[in-house]
């Protein structure tokens, strides 16, 4: 039973976004347009489920819903920092920092979305990874303190995936 629902759905969380996408795409909410977003959301993962890795062991929805409230908020004071910093500091006072983070998350997902994380929130974004997958590069646009930084990304963002993900 398990392997024909795991053949019909591979990803269902995945299904259940990609409906819901659909359906937010579409401007209005009409059952055809429900019908046809479920059949999207089963169609899309099923083929291409043969390049996707076993799906995540552990991975808790409640603590990435949080997660997800938690970067939306950091994303929005993001952008009036870096507006303030564009509108306040001149280029030659700008201290721009490149900044290791060490990784102690091991899942391909969770590092994938801690370095989506940073990418998204305003004035960081993820460069590198390293060959061995133990550390991220990370350019930061105005800091004094670049090891406030990691500590930072380490407190609020990693140590949340590694409880959502391990």
């Known amino acids: 039973m398990a392997r024909a629902y795991h053949w019909l759905l591979p990803h269902p969380f995945l299904t259940l976004l990609l409906a819901a996408v659909w359906v937010l795409l579409q401007n209005q909410v009409s059952a055809g347009m429900v019908v046809f977003g479920i059949i999207l959301g089963i169609i899309i993962p099923r083929m291409t489920s043969i390049w996707w890795p076993d799906t995540p062991q552990g991975f808790r929805l409640g603590k990435m819903m949080s997660y997800t409230v938690i970067v939306m908020w950091d994303i929005l004071v993001a952008n ?87």
């Not at 870096?82 to 920092?97: E, M, Q, R």
């Not at 940073?118 to 590198?128: F, K, R």
């Not at 670049?146 to 995936?161: A, F, K, M, S």
């Open 80 to 166: 009036v920092q870096v507006a303030w910093i564009v509108l306040t500091v001149p280029n030659s006072k700008l201290k721009p920092a490149w900044v290791v983070v060490p990784l102690e998350l091991r899942q391909p997902e969770a590092i994938t979305v801690l370095a989506g994380t940073i990418t998204l929130t305003p004035g960081t974004v993820s460069a590198d990874l390293s060959d061995e997958g133990h550390s991220l590069l990370v350019h930061v646009l105005h800091t004094d303190d670049p090891d406030g930084v990691v500590d930072e990304i380490n407190t609020r963002y990693q140590d949340r995936l590694k409880e959502i993900f391990q």
